[in-house]
């Protein structure tokens, strides 16, 4: 009896695990997903490990808590119902319906039957509804070249961070609209009130429908930053001048993102050296020359002949981060 209840515990040590694991491959990828060991797991068998795997995690979790409306990461079942409840953009040429179906049906695929490609569709497609629709969190999409080029090379177009600067989290959660479409009204009524161009000529090779909400921080901070990040916003108008003296913040013959910054969460202190850095910028191009030419112009001439600088500034030049 006693060999027997030996072996029986033994087999049940033995199997377990493997009933655990067949679970685990048997999981529908929306359960795996608001489960951190789960999701883990997901991204090891896809390839994706280390520093890139937790990039990959946070956006998620970020993601999931922004969605949220009440400040906790939902469980799977709360995730079919927000996502089944979440009223997207349907004008034509949105593609924001066609991305909530996608995302819908890919979550409902068992882990181990999903693709490479379609998890890296679920990661993207949950960001950019997340950012474009969720207002749990004071968020900002990252270029996912910028932070790793392991991801960027799998096809991961964006991580999503959350934003610390108290300013940014009151603009962001308390003046700033909270959908699309109240977003680039917002756009449209501040720029024209401020004499920044015409946003309603604006292509989307200009400004993307995922960047709109950054613009608008930036909008907002200008109103409502504090006296360095006011500055801020004042030397990337600079920037922007035309010939005539007029500002076009999205000049599609002359374009530049540097407004994005402000989605890099940059301290006082970061954003005072970019000030002064975009100022003598602004007096480089002087309303003419091309603003990627006068940026990188003054860089290489702060850098001079440091070695490291000089490297920082052709990866900031091959991945046009600001100049796309």
């Given at each position: 009896m006693?060999?027997l209840?030996?072996f029986?515990?033994?087999f049940?040590l033995l199997?377990?695990?493997?009933?655990?694991a067949n679970?685990g491959?048997?999981s529908?990828v929306?359960d795996?997903?608001v489960n951190d060991?789960?999701?883990s797991?997901?991204?090891?068998?896809?390839g994706?490990r280390?520093?890139a795997?937790?990039k990959?995690k946070?956006?998620?979790?970020?993601s999931?808590?922004n969605l949220?409306?009440?400040?906790q990461?939902?469980?799977?079942?709360?995730l079919?119902?927000?996502?089944?409840?979440?009223?997207v953009?349907?004008?034509?040429g949105s593609?924001d319906?066609a991305?909530?179906a996608k995302l819908?049906?890919f979550l409902n695929?068992?882990g181990?039957?999903i693709?490479?490609?379609?998890?890296?569709?679920?990661v993207?497609?949950?960001?950019y509804l997340s950012h474009?629709y969720?207002s749990g969190q004071?968020?900002?999409?990252a270029?996912?070249?910028?932070?790793s080029?392991t991801l960027?090379?799998?096809?991961?177009?964006y991580?999503l961070?959350?934003?610390?600067?108290?300013?940014a989290?009151?603009?962001m959660?308390?003046?700033l609209p909270?959908?699309p479409k109240?977003?680039?009204?917002?756009?449209?009524?501040t720029?024209k009130?401020?004499?920044?161009?015409?946003?309603?000529?604006?292509s989307l090779?200009?400004?993307?429908?995922?960047?709109?909400k950054?613009?608008?921080?930036?909008?907002?901070?200008k109103?409502?930053?504090?006296?360095k990040?006011k500055?801020?916003?004042?030397?990337?108008?600079d920037?922007s001048k035309?010939?005539?003296g007029?500002v076009?913040l999205?000049d599609?013959?002359n374009?530049?993102k540097?407004?994005?910054?402000?989605a890099?969460?940059l301290k006082?202190?970061?954003?005072?050296?970019?000030?002064k850095?975009?100022r003598?910028?602004?007096?480089?191009?002087?309303g003419q020359s091309?603003?990627?030419?006068?940026?990188f112009?003054v860089?290489?001439?702060?850098a001079?002949d440091?070695k490291g600088?000089q490297?920082?500034?052709e990866?900031?030049?091959?991945?046009n981060?600001?100049?796309?």
């Open positions: 006693r060999s209840l030996s029986i515990v033994l049940g199997i377990l695990p493997m009933e655990h679970a491959a048997a529908k929306i795996l997903l060991s789960g999701l797991e997901l991204l090891t068998r896809k994706i280390g520093v795997a937790h990959v946070s956006s998620v979790r970020n999931l808590l949220s409306s009440n400040g990461l939902p469980s799977a079942s709360q079919r119902r927000i996502l089944q409840n979440l009223s953009d349907t004008s034509q593609p319906a991305l909530k819908r049906s695929k068992s181990d039957s693709t490479s490609d379609e998890l890296t569709d679920v993207n497609d949950l960001i474009r969720g004071a968020t900002a999409l270029c996912s070249q910028c932070v080029e960027y090379q799998r096809g991961f177009k991580t961070e959350v934003l610390e600067d108290s300013n989290q009151r603009v959660k308390s003046f909270k959908n109240q977003t680039r009204a917002f756009v449209f009524k720029m009130q401020e004499n920044l161009g015409d946003f309603s000529r604006v090779d200009v400004l993307s429908r995922e960047e709109e950054t613009l608008a921080l930036f909008l907002g901070m109103k409502f930053g504090n006296q990040q500055d801020f916003v004042q030397a990337v108008l920037i035309k010939p005539d007029s076009q999205l599609p013959s374009k530049h540097l407004w994005k910054l402000f890099d969460d006082d202190s970061e954003l005072e050296g970019w000030t850095i975009l003598e910028v602004a007096q480089e191009s002087n091309s603003k990627r030419e006068a940026f112009k860089l290489e001439k702060r001079g440091h600088m490297d920082r500034i990866v900031l030049k091959r991945k981060c600001f100049f796309q």
